[in-house]
Nanobody, 124 residues
Framework: QVQLVESGGGLVQAGGSLRLSCAAS????????MGWFRQAPGKEREFVAA????????YYADSVKGRFTISRDNAKNTMYLQMNSSKSEDTAVYYC?????????????????WGQGTQVTVSS
């Protein structure tokens, strides 16, 4: 059983930066492909970014490509999401998730474990 805890959310002005962290415990973090999803009020949960267990490949939603960067530190059992050039439409609860290796990374159903989420609010 893997526990995931997100942190780093908060209020940021449009154009500003924020770094989210996802700390994992209770499992072999380095064996999991990891992803970030977000859910805005009244909307479906959507894929944001993902990274393979080895960090060899990263994936991004078109809406965040060029602005967000996903990374991981397997020695620290932690994944990150660097959010730059924030926009009001980035406002959402951000969730990290862990799945087996080789999963379809932009599909929420691929992931086994989920964190509780952290709120990100971008003010315009």
């Amino acid at each position: 059983q893997v526990q995931l805890v997100e942190s780093g959310g908060g209020l940021v002005q449009a154009g500003g930066s924020l770094r989210l962290s996802c700390a994992a415990s209770g499992g072999t973090f380095s064996g999991y492909d990891m992803g970030w999803f977000r859910q805005a009020p009244g909307k479906e949960r959507e894929f944001v970014a993902a990274i393979r267990w080895s960090a060899s490949m990263t994936y991004y939603a078109d809406s965040v490509k060029g602005r967000f960067t996903i990374s991981r530190d397997n020695a620290k059992n932690t994944m990150y999401l660097q959010m730059n050039s924030s926009k009001s439409e980035d406002t959402a609860v951000y969730y990290c998730a862990a799945g087996g290796s080789g999963i379809i990374v932009n599909f929420a159903g691929s992931y086994i474990y989920w964190g509780q989420g952290t709120q990100v609010t971008v003010s315009s």
